[in-house]
């Protein structure tokens, strides 16, 4: 960053806030954290070098106004970095996980995290968004996960925790919804356990736009 390079984060939820600022202090690194909507930035227009949105996009309202707000302020000369996970048939243990909650709960948000899986609707809402110039290039990575019943019954809570249903049930009854999902996932779960970890590949689009 040199001399007078700065970093600024931003996110809608002050937890996430707090947990990013003790992970900073920690490696010594000096970040403004701000707390905002990535549909509505509060900088003006060309504040940034560099712009980078990790894994955050698919879970905006309105992802065009996102972008066109990225574009915004990102400098001429500067670029835009953004990363996605690819479709949700992309990653079939996700996939039965998703059909399992709908089965059980009616409706799954699980598929929010894997909405902008099409490299063709990424392309053209940074295209839609302003940027003269988009690439794309698809990755796959493995990550191996410790302790198969703690990762299941978080990723459980996690996908779940948009449910409404799922918000206002006593914590009895919820950890008990939890507990058969949990059971249907078992087949699945021990399918891609090896060595008492959960071993899974996933694949995604780094997007790179030009302003």
């Excluded at 990790?54 to 707000?69: D, G, H, P, R, S």
């Excluded at 574009?71 to 000369?77: D, G, I, L, S």
């Excluded at 992309?90 to 995290?113: C, D, N, W």
Aim: net charge negative.
């Amino acid at each position: 960053m040199g001399a007078t390079g700065k970093v600024t984060g931003i996110d809608v939820s002050p937890n996430m806030l707090a947990v990013a600022r003790v992970a900073a202090d920690r490696k010594g690194l000096t970040i403004e954290w701000t707390e905002g909507n990535a549909e509505q930035l509060h900088f003006p227009d060309s504040s940034f070098d560099l712009v980078l949105c990790q894994f955050a996009l698919m879970f905006v309202t309105n992802k065009a106004v996102a972008l066109a707000e990225m574009r915004r302020v990102v400098t001429e000369e500067g670029r835009v970095l953004i990363s996605v996970w690819q479709s949700l048939d992309r990653h079939p243990f996700y996939q039965t996980l998703h059909k399992v909650i709908q089965e059980r709960l009616g409706m799954s948000a699980l598929q929010e995290i894997f909405a902008l899986g099409s490299a063709d609707e990424l392309r053209a809402l940074a295209v839609g968004a302003g940027f003269r110039r988009v690439e794309l290039k698809p990755f796959s990575l493995t990550a191996r996960f410790p302790n198969p019943d703690a990762f299941i019954a978080g990723e459980i809570e996690v996908d779940t925790a948009a449910i409404p249903s799922m918000q206002h049930l006593h914590s009895r009854n919820r950890e008990a919804i939890v507990a058969t999902i949990t059971a249907d996932m078992q087949s699945p779960l021990k399918e891609v356990t090896h060595e008492n970890h959960v071993v899974l590949p996933f694949h995604g689009h780094i997007v790179r736009a030009w302003p």
